[in-house]
């Protein structure tokens, strides 16, 4: 049998997403078994399921926007340089290279309110228009130039992946299923509450996001869309054996932040987010 480590080594593999990735992202977003529901303010619905090897339950968020177009939603995902503008936990992030036209690799870190430690996670990053639905999803990866970071714990993604489908009346569907682990040790239960927390709040997030876009795109680089138009990819390209496992991945203390309870959780839960 495989060890946890070995296991894990397979899921940070680097590989071009097929039609079978965006499958199970669609099957986890569509149907209904194994999942609860955690909160519920209409049109929004947040869920979580418990997960094979995993004490961080998967999360999943289902809303609607009367008001955002679909393309404009994908955009809004997509666009690095908007990000700057409406993500205000991203410390920093860098586009790595890329794979093919529909995979590339990234290196975000993000802040996190005390009493956690700032995070920071390496991406693949892929994508999907049918003309019918809208996906992105990634996983984390290895990458020979980003190493964990001094003052940050390394996150890990087992899979982060959006869903989105016009409405025939205008507007969008848009479902978010999440299974991260933050790493370090911290108590599984404050991770899963802080999700229910931040999960109904990004849906807020984005949706104000989104109708500022078009007019904040129309005097930045209008016609630039690397991830609609290929040719306009000005990344380099990432050789499959940059993505390997290598002696400064390896972390063998992990911090520990075990002491936080539930109390400084609802502290900074109602003021910092």
Request: hydrophobic share 30%.
């Amino acid at each position: 049998m495989k060890s946890e480590r070995q296991e894990e080594e397979r899921r940070l593999e680097v590989r071009v997403a097929d039609d079978r990735d965006f499958e199970r992202l669609k099957k986890l977003c569509d149907c209904p078994d194994g999942w609860s529901l955690a909160y519920e303010s209409p049109p929004t619905r947040v869920y979580t399921r418990p997960t094979k090897n995993s004490t961080f339950h998967m999360i999943k968020v289902c809303t609607v926007y009367q008001d955002i177009d679909a393309y404009v939603l994908y955009d809004v995902l997509h666009d690095p340089h908007y990000r700057q503008i409406w993500d205000k936990h991203m410390i920093h992030s860098v586009d790595v290279g890329y794979l093919n036209p529909n995979n590339d690799v990234s290196y975000y870190a993000i802040s996190c309110p005390a009493p956690l430690k700032n995070r920071d996670f390496v991406l693949q990053r892929s994508w999907l228009d049918t003309g019918q639905e809208l996906y992105v999803l990634n996983h984390s990866v290895f990458h020979h130039q980003y190493p964990p970071q001094k003052g940050f714990v390394r996150g890990l993604s087992h899979l982060t992946g959006y869903l989105i489908r016009p409405l025939p009346s205008g507007g969008c569907s848009f479902s978010y299923v999440s299974h991260c682990d933050p790493r370090g040790k911290l108590p599984p239960w404050l991770v899963n509450k802080l999700t229910h927390v931040l999960a109904p709040k990004m849906v807020k997030t984005l949706h104000k996001a989104s109708l500022k876009y078009l007019s904040w795109k129309s005097h930045n680089n209008p016609n630039y869309k690397p991830w609609i138009y290929p040719e306009q990819i000005s990344l380099p390209r990432i050789a499959f054996n940059q993505c390997t496992k290598s002696p400064a991945d390896e972390v063998d203390d992990l911090l520990d932040e075990s002491h936080i309870d539930e109390k400084s959780l609802n502290h900074f839960s109602q003021e910092d987010y």
